[in-house]
């Protein structure tokens, strides 16, 4: 499946302290999702399941806002990739 790119007519073009910038943002949102999926395998695989790692382990839905963020700040530095 293809993803429609955004217009790119009045983007500037990235600088390399811009790259910078995104590849440490990216480092820290990598590092938040690594740590949710350690916790929640900790959570699945739990030797002594009580009531209140149930509770916990229902609530985990994804891996919430900084993996969306993550696939924003791709989305945005593919179609800088491709832009003039």
Known sequence: MTRARPSS???L???DPDLVQAQAYAGRLLDYDQWMVHQSVNLA???HPDARTEAARLQLNGLGRPADDLRRLRDTLESEEGAP
């Open 45 to 47: 695989f739990t030797v």
């Open 9 to 11: 007519t009045f983007a």
């Open 13 to 15: 073009p990235l600088t």
